[in-house]
């Protein structure tokens, strides 16, 4: 790969410490209100519905700034990027279309479900504390969580610009990622709880997974991609081609086509970090 493109692939690598300390701040909120503010269950699981709405628009925030301030050409690009289907067809309306619509919508549904099973749990458990629904608290833990992750968008946006698109690519499809596992948690969250004859302890459980994985999430940002770098296919997939892909070639029509794609996504790559002209319409 010449010199170009090597730069052109290369991600920014900043301090991760600031991002760690902020991830243990937006943790701590419902840790701190379920200790020290008796908050209910149901105050905490509703909060992380919260959490996913504003990190889905903070992250919209740094796609349009970087657009703004870079114009690459990626951006342009009607490629489906981080998966989103609609009616079953691949979206391809750019990444922030495609992210846009995807942590949105998902977070709309979900958030049905999560007042459905607030409401439910609400009127079946009328003379429990943990269950019933506090605005009050709710608002506050919101308010707290706008905040850190308000500081955290006001840190990025004074270094993104320098960015490449890949980076940005990236941390859109860890954040899409991201609204998925925390639904998932909510869900399988809310049922743990509502089987078990210690709600409580299952939430502490719940609060200490999502911690640890936000805190994953930070470890791995920016770890080279497969398709940008020159590791070769796994064997086994090599001899399950030359086993049950002879007509296509086997393991060396297999080898060809894992070389080709690679070249295809660095060639895209290197375009994606061009600057569009400055009338291009966004």
Not at 38 to 46: M, Y
Not at 128 to 157: C, K, N, P, T, Y
Not at 176 to 202: E, K, Q, Y
Not at 231 to 242: G, I, L, Q
Request: proline letters at 5%.
């Amino acid at each position: 790969m010449d010199d170009a493109a090597s730069d052109a692939l290369a991600l920014p690598r900043p301090s991760k410490a600031p991002a760690v300390v902020l991830a243990l701040l937006v943790n701590a909120v419902p840790l701190v209100g379920v200790l020290y503010f008796d908050w209910s269950a149901i105050n905490v699981l509703v909060l992380y519905w919260f959490e996913n709405l504003l990190i889905a628009a903070c992250t919209c925030i740094r796609l349009v700034m970087h657009r703004r301030w870079t114009r690459k050409r990626g951006y342009w690009r009607r490629s489906n990027r981080l998966g989103i289907k609609i009616n079953d067809k691949p979206a391809e309306m750019g990444l922030i279309g495609e992210y846009a619509t995807g942590a949105f919508a998902f977070t709309l549904a979900h958030g049905i479900f999560v007042g459905g099973i607030a409401l439910l749990v609400r009127q079946n458990y009328p003379d429990q504390a943990m269950w019933q629904l506090s605005w009050a608290h709710v608002l506050r833990g919101a308010l707290a969580i706008a905040v850190f992750l308000g500081i955290e968008l006001s840190i990025d946006l004074t270094r993104i610009r320098g960015a490449s698109f890949a980076a940005l690519r990236d941390y859109a499809q860890a954040r899409m990622s991201r609204v998925v596992v925390l639904h998932l948690a909510i869900i399988f969250g809310m049922l743990a709880m509502a089987m078990s004859n210690s709600p409580m302890g299952v939430l502490y459980v719940l609060i200490a997974l999502k911690t640890l994985a936000d805190l994953f999430a930070i470890a791995v940002r920016g770890a080279p991609r497969m398709a940008d770098s020159d590791t070769p296919p796994p064997a086994w997939s090599v001899r399950m081609a030359d086993k049950l892909g002879k007509d296509k070639g086997g393991a060396a029509g297999f080898l060809k086509q894992w070389q080709d794609e690679r070249e295809k996504a660095r060639k895209d790559a290197v375009e994606d970090e061009e600057p569009m002209p400055a009338d291009t319409p966004a």
